[in-house]
């Protein structure tokens, strides 16, 4: 049984009442969430708010639950709508780029024995930060489910409403640009 099968099948125990179904999902997505929410929306508080609706919105619609996409692709389309929502509500205009139709733990491993490649690490860590963060929405969204998350571009696509070469388009243009500004091209 594959992870993805295995989420599935938590959550429809989940929908039947298993409590201890629902925990082990939030363990498993917690942390990679909070994270795209706060790379996503820039702002601590906003995020947790964000965060708690998301896993509110899940724990009621456990009953109408249906195996149509996988969990994680059905947990980050949820994620994704809430941003969406979050942007209106603020009488903001919304981003551009969503009106089209991790990564940074890799980067600061270096060897604990080497201080100077600690600083390094922590610096480019810092710089990638900076550089996601810079990034168009829907270029750093798509970023974030590749890195952070694992998702194919498939699941990403359904969980942003959009098609598969949108998502590799945009993640294209987001490689391609921290590329760019990190000196590698």
């Known amino acids: 049984m594959s992870r993805e099968e295995n989420d599935e099948i938590l ?10 179904a629902f925990e082990t999902l939030y363990r498993r997505y917690k942390d990679a969430m909070y994270r795209y929410l706060l790379r996503q929306c820039q702002n601590p508080a906003t995020a947790e708010e964000l965060f708690q609706d998301i896993w ?14 996988s969990f994680r692709t059905w947990l980050y389309q949820i994620a994704h709508n809430r941003l969406i929502d979050h942007y209106r ?12 139709n991790s990564i940074l733990e890799k980067v600061a491993t270096t060897e604990a024995s080497d201080p100077q490649r600690i600083v390094n690490g922590q610096q480019q860590t810092a710089h990638l930060a900076e550089l996601i963060a810079a990034l168009p929405e829907a270029q750093r969204e ?44």
Do not use: C, H, W
């Open 56 to 69: 509110l919105r899940i724990v009621n619609a456990r009953q109408d639950y249906t195996v149509k996409a």
């Open 11 to 20: 959550m429809l125990a989940y929908a039947k009442g298993d409590a201890a």
């Open 89 to 100: 509500r603020q009488n903001t205009r919304m981003p551009e780029s969503y009106l089209e």
């Open 142 to 185: 798509a970023f974030l489910l590749k890195e952070e998350t694992g998702m194919t571009l498939e699941e990403i696509a359904a969980a942003t409403g959009t098609n598969r070469e949108t998502v590799k388009s945009r993640l294209r243009y987001a490689f391609k640009r921290l590329r760019e500004n990190m000196g590698l091209t």
